[in-house]
């Protein structure tokens, strides 16, 4: 299994590396794992979806295409 650093997925995702590490710090990224001082997320893992939203950005967009 390949893994990426926080860093690497905010880049990937399009969100703040301090973003990724509260989804972490709140368990959800599923596959997760904390090495030290540095999280691991799986290559494979999906972002979750935003909480703060009623409708995902994600399902947004789908539904304009």
Request: with cysteine; net charge positive; hydrophobic share 30%.
């Amino acid at each position: 299994m390949e893994f990426l650093s926080a860093k690497e997925t905010a880049q990937e995702w399009g969100i703040s590396l301090r973003r990724v590490q509260k989804l972490c710090e709140q368990n959800r990224i599923h596959g997760v794992q904390r090495l030290g001082k540095i999280w691991l997320i799986p290559k494979e893992a999906n972002r979750p979806s935003d909480m703060r939203y009623t409708v995902s950005k994600d399902q947004e967009r789908n539904s304009r295409a």
